[in-house]
């Protein structure tokens, strides 16, 4: 088409047809051919006693992406509280998104981290599995899940490393049975990506990551886009206690739409491209957390600002060291194999 008649197209195109607001329920391609859906519920730390009854509310509020852990300890309640949606014929189970992930002391036991999960879960099959870190630890020492040496150090499984437990994960996927319907990683950085498609065959679905206008992570998404992996972001309010409900651009880009400030930190992921996941065991936050709305390249451009002049926060620190953002740096060791 010529390009000015384009031009002139695309100027007269409404704004609701090129920026359409997103809803939960708006689906991202994954490279899978299967989609997920824009807004997930976070389990982690989600108590027990409280959980079930939060997702039963997020599932009867019109969520369908639910977002779980082995090592979160409570995907019991969560299969509970799924059972019971589906019982009672709210939803069907092939219109949910469930992702699990595999624990660190698990990496030698895909399939045990997997069937366990699925137990708990009282599912056959989950949509997504991902390995939950990069970084095997040891299945034997003195916890089952945070196994730590004499010194007090994370006790690290050195006799394997993350692309093995890769390679046992795709044969989840190239099982004639599969009870996965696709694998990927979280919290991968570029290095740790770079050195798994070198030797992967299934290229990740996704990476699930922290992410959120304190942390944008620019380079681990454009990465992704380039290799076709989708990305989640996690923590989108950076968590328990976090200052960004406070924060003042936030705030501005908030009142700008007449919408609370969550509604922003969440909405900000659509504008990327990213799926995003929201924890809250609070019935009212759950509903409130449904609002989507579509921000356009001025808000961007003011979130975006953030990074640039206050710095990095990452809000969740990896379970392997002190303050050390992705485990490449754990502990002073490359664990990338
Ligand atoms: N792959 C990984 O390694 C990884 C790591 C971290 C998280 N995740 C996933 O990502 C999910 C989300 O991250 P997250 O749990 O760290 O934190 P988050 O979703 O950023 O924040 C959760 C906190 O925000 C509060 N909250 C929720 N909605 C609110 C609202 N509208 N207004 C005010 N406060 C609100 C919640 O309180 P209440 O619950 O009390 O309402 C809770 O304290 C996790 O639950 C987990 O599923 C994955």
């Known amino acids: 088409m010529n390009p000015s008649l384009s031009n002139f197209m695309l100027a007269r195109t409404p704004k609701h047809i090129l920026h359409p607001t997103p809803t939960m329920t708006t689906q991202l391609q994954?490279?899978?051919?299967?989609?997920?859906?824009?807004?997930?519920?976070?389990?982690?730390?989600?108590?027990?006693g409280e959980v079930k009854k939060a997702v039963i509310h997020a599932i009867e509020a019109g969520y369908r992406h639910i977002d779980c852990a082995f090592c979160y300890q409570n995907e019991d309640e969560v299969g509970e509280a799924l059972q019971d949606v589906i019982s009672r014929g709210i939803v069907k189970r092939e219109d949910l998104f469930i992702t699990s992930k595999l624990w660190c002391t698990f990496h030698t036991r895909v399939e045990e981290g997997l069937q366990k999960s699925l137990d708990l879960l009282k599912l056959d099959y989950v949509d997504l599995?991902?390995?939950?870190?990069?970084?095997?630890?040891?299945?034997?020492?003195?916890?089952?899940?945070?196994?730590?040496?004499?010194?007090?150090?994370?006790?690290?499984?050195?006799s394997t490393n993350?692309?093995?437990?890769?390679?046992?994960?795709?044969?989840?996927?190239?099982?004639?049975?599969?009870?996965?319907?696709?694998?990927?990683?979280?919290?991968?950085?570029?290095?740790?990506?770079?050195?798994?498609?070198?030797?992967?065959?299934?290229?990740?679905?996704?990476?699930q990551i922290e992410?959120?206008?304190?942390?944008?992570?620019?380079?681990?998404?454009?990465?992704?886009?380039?290799k076709g992996i989708h990305l989640?972001?996690?923590?989108?309010?950076?968590?328990?206690?976090?200052?960004?409900?406070?924060?003042?651009?936030?705030?501005?880009?908030?009142?700008?739409?007449?919408?609370?400030?969550?509604?922003?930190?969440?909405?900000?992921?659509?504008?990327?491209?990213?799926?995003?996941l929201a924890k809250s065991v609070t019935p009212s936050r759950i509903d409130e957390n449904r609002k989507l709305i579509a921000l356009d390249d001025d808000d961007m451009s003011k979130l975006e600002s953030i990074s640039k002049t206050k710095g990095l926060t990452r809000f969740v620190y990896p379970p392997f060291g002190v303050n050390c953002g992705f485990p490449d740096k754990a502990d002073g060791i490359d664990l990338s194999g």
């Open 30 to 48: 994954l490279n899978t051919g299967a989609s997920i859906p824009a807004l997930g519920l976070g389990t982690w730390q989600s108590a027990p």
């Open 129 to 158: 599995y991902l390995m939950h870190w990069p970084v095997p630890m040891n299945p034997n020492g003195n916890h089952p899940l945070f196994p730590k040496l004499p010194d007090g150090s994370r006790d690290i499984d050195h």
């Open 162 to 207: 993350h692309i093995q437990t890769w390679k046992n994960m795709e044969k989840l996927v190239q099982s004639s049975s599969p009870k996965v319907k696709a694998i990927g990683v979280a919290n991968y950085s570029v290095k740790y990506l770079e050195k798994l498609l070198a030797q992967a065959t299934v290229v990740p679905a996704v990476n």
């Open 211 to 226: 992410n959120h206008p304190y942390l944008p992570q620019q380079e681990v998404a454009d990465f992704c886009k380039e």
């Open 232 to 276: 989640t972001a996690y923590s989108p309010f950076g968590s328990t206690g976090s200052p960004m409900f406070k924060d003042e651009i936030v705030n501005e880009v908030a009142k700008k739409h007449n919408v609370g400030a969550g509604t922003v930190l969440l909405s900000y992921h659509l504008a990327r491209n990213s799926s995003v």
